[in-house]
């Protein structure tokens, strides 16, 4: 029986080895080279290579938006000393106090690899090291905590370093470098990041750059942003390779998020180039591991391109400052902030080249690089504290408006084309014109004007006068010219988020018949109603008569071909309505004749009063205050200067708004003119300085 039971073992066991033997003989055989590369694959890390991003510059070659070099702080897990070292301590030791960070810590490790820190490794921060990174770099303990934790759950995995800090100046990375130099596992390397050389200036044209989004990271993938078909020359399955271009490698890319880094993202991002390394794990005399790498192959990332543009640093500076100074002798304490809001385009009328566009307040797109501060975008994004003063809101084209008075040049151009008026047709201004049994319509004069024709009209800007032309010309026919000089459409600039303006709608009655409305064919006619504009609009309108009636597409982006549409104007009511415009700035009695005048050059113009009848401008309700608490009385007008320069060979139209802050003869039209004299003198210095002949 015993002998029996000895020969079942035997025989149970000398078949389970021929079952090892036969399974080892066919993996060995038929499995090898599929195992083999199973082993080589997991050693197979693809990495990828930023390209550079392309510049942006103005149109003299300064840069704007530039990459410059950068220092980031690295750890390798494999490397860090766990053991015998007075910067490693126990982690649970630091968080034993809270059972909340604990929690935390078991959430990001994991319950395997807490269990491995606390039996095996036993490897934490302490107090006095993260203190010493603190006093290098302004991270509170821990943050600087976290990201090691986070780093090393992601990275022991993979065994490749992974960045600690980021963006650091190089007086920061020479810091750390001394403080750090004899700890293994940590090392400063290069990177680079985006720069705006010029800070707050031209920040809502150039915009901003930010990372991926989860969605975006998908996105991304699925179309092709990186090269997939690399991924054959190395045997990865299509998961393996979407698990390497997950979103914590995509996620680390930068995209544009508003502005021209927006517009233009697929031009100056560049292409990413790959990188594949295999990883081998070597064991020196003394026991310890570490991993060397062998390329495989590379491909090299595409240079992104440089953006060239229209503008002129020199001019936008100028603008700023004098928006900013303007605000800042105008304001007092208790009047509302809303009044240091504003904008100014100017751009050439011939080409519709952008020269400057400023829209007060603004930021500074340095800010908004990570870590960001949450009071940064606060005021740049949400304008939580101060609803009406987003400073990342680009009012000249995202602001809309009703126009006032500066209107009333295309409302006489109307009326000359369609011949009901010509410069010699007069109407009576009393203070008042009564229609029907409502209350008057009043102008600004409370006395009148008495008789006038188109050249004193725009002079006094009476509204009376155009009170008549609007009757006239009646709400139809308003509607078409205002299209046909921009209004109430995008103007197709290369930004993101214009806005299209709004125009007056016709009514009918339920027998398709269209309703006559006195009110507001009276009241298009001095740019008030449901009429709304942007100050780029304006810009590129008043340019109209400038250029002898030609409609330009403004843009931002240098182009060798010049677009505009010709809208056949009759060039001789072109020269009426200019006249009307020159006495406004340039005769005693103009509303801007006494704070607009410029000296040495004629300046084409018209000021405007834009009431908004304690309403603020339209954009989104979160933005707006809370109008309630406040009187109608206590808003006053927007104050609007409109026009170009010099009469007799224009190089700049412009349109200048600032909000609630009152006339545009007393406010807006000493923006210009100091404006427009640094320019000026500037244009005068650059011709002096080129070559004769």
Known sequence: MFRFRIKVLLVVFVFTILILFGRL??????????????????????????????????????????????????????????????????????????????????????????????????????????????????????????????????????WIPEPLLFNLSFEEAILLEIEYNGVKGLKVAT??????????????????????SEDEVGYLTKNGYFNQNQRMLINLTNEEHQYLLSKHELSNLWVGRTGLEFQYNKLMRGQSGEQCLERILIKNSDGEVSPEYIMLYEIPPKLGRNIKLTIDIELQKIVEEEMRKSFKSTISEREFQRKQVGAFVALN??????????????????????????????????????????????????????????????????????????????????????????????????????????????????????????????????????????????????????????????????????????????????????LEVTPLQMARGISIFANGGYLVYPHLKRRRKVKRKNLNLNQKNIDIVVEGMFKVVNEPGGTAYRKGRLNNIIMIGKTGTADIGGFPVRAKPKWQDPLYRYSQKSYEPHAWFVGFAPRSNPVISFACIS???????????????????????????????????
Not at 118 to 143: G, T, Y
Not at 349 to 356: C, V, W
Request: hydrophobic share 35%; charged share 25%.
């Open 191 to 212: 990177q680079t990041i985006r720069s705006y050389p010029e800070g707050n200036s031209c920040a809502h044209l150039v915009g901003q750059i930010q990372h991926l």
């Open 349 to 530: 009328p011939h080409t519709g080249e952008i020269l400057a566009m400023s829209s007060v307040p603004d930021f500074n797109p340095n800010d908004l690089i990570p870590p960001i501060n949450s009071d940064v975008v606060d005021d740049v994004i949400l304008g939580i504290r101060r609803p009406n003063y987003i400073k990342g809101l680009n009012r000249g084209i995202r602001g809309h408006y009703p126009p006032g008075s500066p209107f009333k040049m295309f409302v006489a151009l109307m009326a000359l084309e369609d011949k009901i008026i010509t410069d010699k047709s007069r109407f009576t201004c009393s203070g008042s014109l009564q229609l029907g049994t409502g209350r008057p319509f009043k102008c600004h004069s409370n006395f009148g004007h008495q008789r006038l024709n188109i050249y004193k009209a725009l002079k006094k800007s009476c509204n009376i006068f155009f009170y008549h032309l609007g009757l006239k010309l009646k709400t139809r026919r308003q509607i078409f010219w205002s299209k046909q000089f921009g209004f109430g459409q995008k103007t197709g600039i290369d930004l993101p988020g214009e806005y299209r303006g709004n125009l007056p709608k016709i009514k009918y009655s339920g027998t398709g018949r269209e309703i006559s409305n006195k009110y507001v064919d009276s009241h298009f006619s001095i740019g008030q109603v449901d």
């Open 25 to 158: 003989s066919f993996l060995q055989i038929f499995k090898g080279n599929s195992i083999k590369d199973q082993v080589r694959r997991t050693n197979i890390i693809e990495k990828r290579i930023d390209p550079i991003r392309g510049s942006i510059v103005d149109r003299n070659g300064i840069a704007l938006a530039e990459e410059v070099p950068s220092f980031n702080i690295y750890f390798d897990p494999l490397k860090f000393p766990f053991e015998d070292n007075s910067f490693i301590l126990e982690i649970k030791k630091f968080h034993k106090n809270t059972a909340k960070k604990s929690r935390a810590i078991k959430r990001k490790l994991g319950s395997l690899l807490i269990d491995r820190l606390s039996k095996e490794v036993r490897i934490a921060l302490s107090d006095r090291a993260l203190k010493k990174f603190h006093s290098v770099i302004q991270i509170p303990p821990n943050e600087v905590f976290k990201r090691f934790v986070r780093i090393y759950t992601f990275a022991i995995k993979r």
């Open 659 to 693: 909000e609630y802050s009152g006339h545009g003869g007393d406010i807006a039209a000493p923006i210009v003119k100091r404006i427009l004299e640094r320019y000026f003198k500037v244009l005068k210095i650059r011709e002096d300085k080129k070559p004769k002949g």
